[in-house]
């Protein structure tokens, strides 16, 4: 059974950057036609889709977060991380990381616990 599990600091500085890593067990992050996604929650808010990268290494971003955000892979170690710069306190949330096997990015069949992350100073 596929897991993941988000880790990465809970507080971080505006204007720094936010880094996350997800970690997958259970299933390697390159078996074809999956994609891995990250997505996140901000408080009185629903969630919001920040962008995936694919079985392939390919990358697709939310528009409206693209200009600051990178998600790139580490395969000998089956993670996915995420950078999202120049935070503001906009961007506190709970980040979720989540994994969609087959034809539908956006139809999430393994989910992260999810990890709060504060932006303050």
């Known amino acids: 059974q596929v897991q993941l599990q988000e880790s990465g600091p809970g507080l971080v500085k505006p204007s720094q950057t936010l880094s996350l890593t997800c970690t997958v067990s259970g299933g390697s992050i390159t078996t074809n036609y999956y994609y891995w996604s990250w997505i996140r929650q901000s408080p009185g808010k629903g969630l919001q889709w920040i962008g995936y990268?694919?079985?392939?290494?390919?990358?697709i971003y939310s528009p409206s977060l693209k200009s600051r955000t990178s998600i790139s892979r580490d395969t000998s170690k089956n993670q996915f991380t995420l950078q999202l710069t120049a935070v503001t306190p906009e961007d506190t949330a709970v980040y979720y990381c989540?994994?969609?096997?087959?034809?539908?990015?956006?139809?999430?069949?393994?989910w992260g616990q999810g990890t709060q992350v504060t932006v303050s100073s």
């Open positions: 989540a994994g969609a096997e087959g034809s539908d990015p956006g139809l999430f069949n393994y």
């Open positions: 990268i694919s079985y392939s290494g390919s990358t």
